[in-house]
């Protein structure tokens, strides 16, 4: 059996760092290379084999995992949070570091966090693309607010963003001049461009075939619609990768942390360490699905009554991890069971 060796990445946009070294400990080879696919190619045919990698993850990991996966024997990434040996060092540079999760790796270490497929990473890449769309369309609205407020135009707040009500403003209110008018059409005309780019993209990741099944058996869940499916389905990955609901409600960002000392236990707000997309959906879906489901009405109603909305809506979006995961999980429509409390999907 072949001896294996080990490398430690420390990724950066233009530069990557490499410590490689045996199973003893040994350094073989230690440097830098620049982060584009052809060095890495060059980079690769000197290396012992077989050899198995690490990296910490960063918004670059995504195209070097890829690049390398099919060469390596093993190949991990690892959680940036929980490396505390670089991030506490006293000195601390690239080369350090590439050797430190290097260690980390030989001596089976390195806090592995969970890497989805590139097929799922790159629909992730285009929701959170419409995300974005949505996040620049509100900004394009609260702008056409703000000019009209700083002319003094008297407008009405529901109807402003209509098509039929915006265009008979322009053409009868005196108080808008020439020049209001032009940014204003200018606001517009963005508004429904990102508005018709959004809806294709939703579009075309409802219609993947690879979401296609998943997503239709997700949206059976009450409350739930293309948008929160699509977000489960693309963020989590496989759902399987969770043990219990109490993990997957970590995950989601719907519980604060527990700092507990002797007979002292405290509870935080809501942790950061979370997916933020995640925990952003599933608490607006949480608060419209008391309209649409009698039972999470119910346990809205019952959280409520101790005397705080927030936490209530907080107990609906735990309720509906617990949902998704047991569809996701059963591989079926959702079914509420009413001899128990128990969801069969």
């Not at 599933?282 to 005397?307: T, V, W």
């Amino acid at each position: 059996m072949e001896p294996m060796y080990y490398i430690g990445l420390d990724v950066h946009k233009r530069k990557i760092s490499y410590c490689v070294k045996d199973s003893g400990g040994k350094v073989y080879a230690e440097g830098s290379l620049p982060a584009t696919r052809m060095d890495l190619d060059l980079w690769m045919k000197t290396l012992p084999r077989p050899w198995s990698a690490a990296m910490e993850a960063t918004m670059f990991t995504g195209w070097i995992y890829d690049h390398l996966k099919p060469h390596a024997a093993a190949l991990k990434v690892a959680h940036p949070l929980m490396l505390r040996a670089i991030a506490l060092a006293k000195k601390k540079n690239d080369r350090i570091d590439a050797n430190k999760i290097c260690d980390c790796l030989r001596c089976d270490f390195l806090p592995e966090c969970y890497m989805a497929s590139t097929a799922i990473r790159e629909r992730r890449r285009t929701l959170r693309y419409r995300n974005l769309l949505v996040r620049q369309m509100v900004q394009m609205k609260i702008k056409i607010s703000s000019l009209l407020m700083e002319a003094g135009v008297s407008y009405n707040k529901q109807r402003l963003h209509k098509a039929g009500y915006f265009r008979q403003l322009l053409a009868t209110n005196s108080d808008i001049d020439e020049g209001l008018v032009s940014l204003l059409r200018l606001c517009r005309e963005t508004v429904v461009r990102l508005g018709k780019t959004e809806s294709a993209l939703v579009r075309s990741l409802q219609r993947d075939s690879l979401l296609m099944d998943r997503v239709e058996r997700l949206m059976t869940i009450p409350a739930v619609g293309p948008i929160t499916a699509l977000t489960w389905a693309l963020e989590v990955g496989d759902a399987r990768r969770f043990s219990s609901i109490k993990k997957a409600v970590s995950y989601c960002g719907l519980c604060g942390e527990e700092k507990s000392s002797a007979n002292t236990v405290q509870r935080t707000p809501l942790s950061k360490q979370r997916n933020k997309h995640l925990q952003t959906t599933l608490i607006e879906a949480a608060k419209m699905a008391p309209r649409n489901s009698p039972e999470l009405a119910m346990l809205y109603d019952k959280e409520k009554q101790k005397g705080n909305a927030n936490r209530a809506t907080l107990a609906v979006a735990r309720k509906l991890v617990a949902y998704l995961m047991a569809v996701d999980r059963g591989q079926r429509n959702f079914q509420l069971m009413e001899t128990s409390d128990c969801i069969a999907a």
